[in-house]
C-alpha cells in the first residue's frame, strides 16, 4: 500500500535528491510539495521546487511557503553550499515560468490533512515555520496527521553535533522558536538527525553510477551533487555528499534501516547555543525540567548506511 505524504522543502541540492527519490518510489503518493525559505529565499526555493515539477513530471502541486522565521529575521542563504540559484548554480535549462498555488502552504497542510485524517505523513526537511503555521492556525492539525518526519537537528550520539554552529543543525537553527514548537506538538514525530545523515555518503563514483542507471534524473543530480560535494570535502573532509533529505524520505519507506530513541525534546531558543536540539530520552531520571509533561518524540542514533544507499539506488533506478 503506498503511503500519502505532503513533502516541505527548501530546494536545495539535497532537497532534490529527496523529491526525486519520492518521484521515483512505489511506494509513496505524493500530494503535495509545500515550499520554505532556508537553502535560499522562498522565492528561488519556490521557483526551484516548480522547475523539478516541469522538468521531472511531478503531478503534485506546489504551494509557497512563508519567507521568513516565526520571530526572528531570516538568516542569510547559504549560496556557499546551495549555490546563488539553490541547485549548485547548473543551468536550469528549459524553464517555463510557473506559478504555485494560491493557498499559502501552512494552508495547504491543514487541508490535506483534513481530507484524509489520520492519512497522511508530513515529511518536512528545511526550517519548521510552515509547521509551526499550521499549528498556530488549526491546532487540530496535529491529531488529523498519521505522523511527521523531519530532517533535522543533532542529538550528540554520533556524528556531528552541529553544521552552521557547533551545536546546531541549519534546519532548526534557521527557526528555532518553530523548531520547538513542532517537537512540542502532540503527534507522532521523528527526527532523522545529523546523528545518522552525516554517516550517509554519496561518493562521486556513487553519482556516476547514479547517472548511468537513473536516466535523466541521475544526469541532473549527479551534475548538482558536484558542488554539493566540493564544499562537503573542503569544510568536512568528506569524500561525496552527505545524505540529510532523502535519509528522511527513506525512513518513511523504511524505517527499518534506522534505530531510533525516545524522549521529549526541546530546543534552544537564546544564547550562543541558539537551535541546539536536546533529548530527556526515555526513563531517564532528572528533577523538574522544560522536558516534563512534553510529547514523546523519536530521533535517530544508527543508520544502516548500506542499505539507505541501496534502497535509493534501486528506487532511481526503477
Ligand atoms: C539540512 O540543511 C539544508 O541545508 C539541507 O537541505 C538539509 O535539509 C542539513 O542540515
Ligand atoms: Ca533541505
Known amino acids: ?59 503534485a502541486p506546489v504551494f509557497k511557503g512563508t519567507d521568513k522565521p516565526l520571530s526572528r529575521p531570516r538568516n542569510p542563504s547559504p549560496t556557499f553550499v546551495h549555490g546563488e540559484n539553490g541547485l549548485g ?13 494560491a493557498k499559502p502552504a501552512y494552508q495547504a497542510i491543514i487541508d490535506i490533512a483534513r481530507q484524509h485524517p489520520g492519512e497522511v505523513t508530513l515529511v518536512a526537511v528545511g526550517p519548521l515555520t510552515n509547521l509551526a503555521l499550521a499549528l498556530k492556525a488549526d491546532p487540530e492539525v496535529a491529531a488529523l496527521l498519521k505522523g511527521v ?14 553544521n552552521v554552529t557547533p551545536v546546531a543543525e541549519a534546519n532548526i537553527w534557521n527557526d528555532p522558536e518553530a523548531a520547538d514548537l513542532v517537537f512540542t506538538a502532540p503527534w507522532a514525530l521523528t527526527a532523522v538527525s545529523l546523528d545518522v545523515t552525516t554517516q550517509v555518503v554519496m561518493s562521486p563514483a556513487y553519482m556516476d553510477a547514479l547517472e548511468a542507471s537513473a536516466g535523466p534524473a541521475g544526469a541532473f543530480l549527479n551534475a548538482i551533487s558536484k558542488p554539493y560535494a566540493a564544499f562537503y570535502g573542503s569544510r568536512d573532509g568528506v569524500s561525496g ?9 527513506a525512513f518513511v519507506i523504511a524505517p527499518s534501516l534506522f534505530e531510533v530513541r525516545r524522549g521529549s525534546v526541546r530546543v534552544v531558543t537564546e544564547g550562543i547555543t541558539l537551535g541546539q536540539t536536546c533529548q530527556k530520552a526515555e526513563g531517564e531520571l532528572f528533577g523538574p525540567s522544560a522536558w516534563d509533561d512534553q510529547p514523546i518524540q523519536a530521533v535517530t542514533v544508527a543508520v544502516d548506511e548500506a542499505g539507505l544507499l541501496k534502497l535509493y539506488a534501486e528506487t532511481m533506478r526503477a
Open 149 to 162: 518526519v523531519i530532517m533535522g537537528g543533532a542529538f550528540g550520539v554520533a556524528g556531528k553535533p552541529g
Open 241 to 249: 555528499c552527505c545524505v540529510h533529505d532523502a535519509a528522511a524520505v
Open 89 to 101: 548554480d547548473v543551468e536550469l535549462t528549459g524553464l517555463v515560468p510557473a506559478q504555485p498555488e
Open 1 to 59: 500500500m503506498t503511503q500519502k505524504i505532503i513533502f516541505d522543502t527548501d530546494p536545495g541540492i539535497d532537497d532534490a535528491m529527496a523529491l526525486l527519490f519520492i518521484q521515483a518510489s512505489p511506494a509513496l503518493d505524493l500530494l503535495a510539495i509545500t515550499t520554505i525559505f532556508g537553502n535560499a529565499d522562498i522565492e528561488t526555493t519556490t521557483r526551484n521546487a516548480l522547475y523539478l515539477k516541469q522538468r521531472f513530471g511531478l503531478t
